[in-house]
Every structure is written in C-alpha cells, then in structure tokens.
C-alpha cells in the first residue's frame, strides 16, 4: 500500500504533462489580421470565453475568420442580428447557425451547441449559477470550443470594447455615413495593460481595416538663443576695433611713406 501512492502520483503528473503537451498543441482560431495584436496568441484560444460589448459589427467580425476557415459558428439569444449582416461581414453561411430566441433555456441552449459548435455567441438572460459556469467552461476546455458573450461573464479569458467612434460621410448637416473609425480595446488575466488597435469597422468590405498609426515627423529644432552678452565685454572689443583700425591705418600711412 505504501508504494502505491507514490506510483499512482507518478501516473497523474504524467497524464497532466500529457494534457499540457495537447493543450499547447492547440491551434488558436484565427481572426482578421487588423485585430490579431489583441491576443496573445493572435487569435481566439480554445477553450476560452470572451465577453464583448453590445457591438454586433465586432462580434460578427471575430466570427468571420473562425467560419472562413472551415470552424462552424452559432449566435444565440441575438434575435435583431441577420444572415445578411453576417455575410456582409465575411461569415461563411455555409458555417453558421442562429438561434433567434432561446428564450429562459439560453445556457442549455448553448451547452449542447457547444458540443458540436467551435464558436458560440451568446447574449445571457440573467445570470447563470457559479455551478452552470463552471460545467460550460469545462465543456469549453474539453472540446476546445470559444464562448463569446455580449455582456458579463465569470473568469473570463480577455474583455474587448469599442472606444472613440468616429464615423464620416456626413457633409453639412446631410449625406450619408460611410466609414467608422474606432480603437478596439482588449484586457484581461493574461494582458492586464490593455492592447488596442485602430480601425474601420466595418471596412469598405465588411472586414475591418487597419488603420496605420500617423508617422511621427521630428518637430524641427527651435533656433539657438543667442547668449546673453556683457556690457563690458562689449566695450572691449569696440576698443578692441578702435585699436586695431588706428593700428592698420599707421600700417598704410608706414607702407605709403616707404612708397
């Protein structure tokens, strides 16, 4: 009995290695490049959960890539989001499901999605059960899926937001909007000083754009102050002058003398 202990320990950090060798393995999905410096691991991690604000534009546009790439994707409990905003987006149709209304049976809805689904979105109703949240996110680290959430969520992995909209288009009090500039902010466990990067979202295309940071010029340096100058040392050297031009006149009248 007392070797047993020992060997049944050996056993167990040999299977977590293992796990942890598997874990690592593990492929983040991919999102557009314009996004990418928001996660550590340039995508979303498997088995993690992201909360979101009410942004469907960047929700939809963190789904795009995952669908693109052959992941299917769910949304559920969004009932004012459409097929055609998300193929306006870049989501594969071909890769995506909704679930308009859930209703109170949200959770359960999106634990057996989370069966077969990669990624799945959710806006809760209410708060679910500490036990309901850990149950899930187990399921989430066992079948490598992401959980994004439009609003709050327990331990999750990053927070995103939209800061300082600008929108364009609009000429004197008429037009249309075009463009929306925006800074897309990321924080969380791992990255707790927040990342953020600048852009259209949407794009001309759907998928957002990058915005290049302005180039710095070098402000051009300001003119030397001339140094303050002494009283004293200014007569000097008008004596100094004085001298040295009676000097060069003697000089002239000694060479015209000789001439």
Do not use: N
Not at 43 to 48: E, F, Q, T, V, Y
Not at 115 to 137: C, H, I, K
Request: net charge positive.
């Amino acid at each position: 009995m007392g070797m047993a202990l020992p060997v049944e320990v050996l056993r167990l950090q040999t299977e977590i290695s293992r796990m942890q060798r598997a874990s690592a393995r593990v492929k983040a999905l991919p999102v557009h490049d314009a996004l990418a410096p928001l996660f550590p691991e340039g995508g979303l991690r498997p088995g993690a959960v992201y909360t979101l604000d009410s942004s469907a534009s960047l929700l939809l546009a963190l789904l795009a890539e995952p669908s693109r790439a052959g992941s299917w994707c769910a949304v559920v409990g969004m009932p004012e989001l459409s097929a055609e905003a998300a193929e306006a987006a870049g989501v594969d149709l071909s890769r995506f499901a909704l679930v308009p209304d859930p209703g109170d049976r949200w959770l359960a809805a999106v634990s057996a999605i989370a069966e077969v689904f990669p990624v799945v979105a959710v806006r809760p109703v209410g708060s679910p059960r500490d036990a309901e949240v850990a149950r899930l996110t187990a399921r989430l680290r066992d079948r490598g899926g992401v959980l994004l959430v439009a609003g709050g969520w327990p331990q999750a992995e990053a927070t995103l937001h939209l800061e300082d909209p600008v929108w364009t288009g609009l000429g004197e009090g008429h037009g249309l909007l075009s463009a929306r500039m925006v800074t897309v902010a990321s924080s969380g466990r791992r990255s707790p000083v927040p990342k953020r990067v600048r852009v259209q979202l949407p794009g001309p295309l759907g998928a957002p754009v990058a915005i290049p940071r302005p180039t710095l010029v070098p402000a051009p340096a300001p003119a030397a102050r001339p140094e303050p100058v002494d009283p004293e040392t200014v007569e000097r050297a008008a004596r100094a002058r004085e001298v040295l031009a009676r000097a060069e006149q003697k000089t002239r009248r000694g060479l015209a003398a000789v001439g």
